[in-house]
């Protein structure tokens, strides 16, 4: 299984398959897609117009990672259910965080 995000000089491309409009907000499981590519599914309560669900997920993985909002960004799918989130940071310490994310659900 290929891992839920790719390492950067500066931090990590996290993939995530966003859900607007849930429940509640919340990241959930690692899924692994038809192509073999691992995301991380995440809902939030936000709908998605005018970027309001992007920023709902982008403050959600900011506390999930305990790292400041301004540092999460999402960089590509801004319209599509997959969308890749840069996180600003010392790669090795995000990767090590995300794993443990992915083992806690």
Do not use: H
């Not at 000089?9 to 409009?21: A, I, N, S």
């Not at 499981?29 to 709902?56: C, I, L, Q, T």
């Amino acid at each position: 299984m290929s891992a839920p995000f790719r390492l950067r000089d500066d931090g990590v491309d996290l993939f995530v398959r966003l859900t607007p409009k849930a429940a509640l907000d919340r990241l959930e499981s690692v899924e692994v897609s038809a192509d073999g590519r691992s995301y991380f599914k995440a809902r939030v309560r936000a709908v998605p117009e005018n970027g309001a669900a992007n920023r709902a997920l982008e403050k959600l993985i900011a506390k999930a990672l305990g790292v400041p909002g301004s540092a999460v960004s999402v960089v590509a799918g801004g319209t599509a259910r997959l969308k890749t989130v840069r996180i600003e940071g010392d790669p090795a310490m995000l990767a090590k965080s995300i794993e443990g994310l992915g083992r806690q659900s």
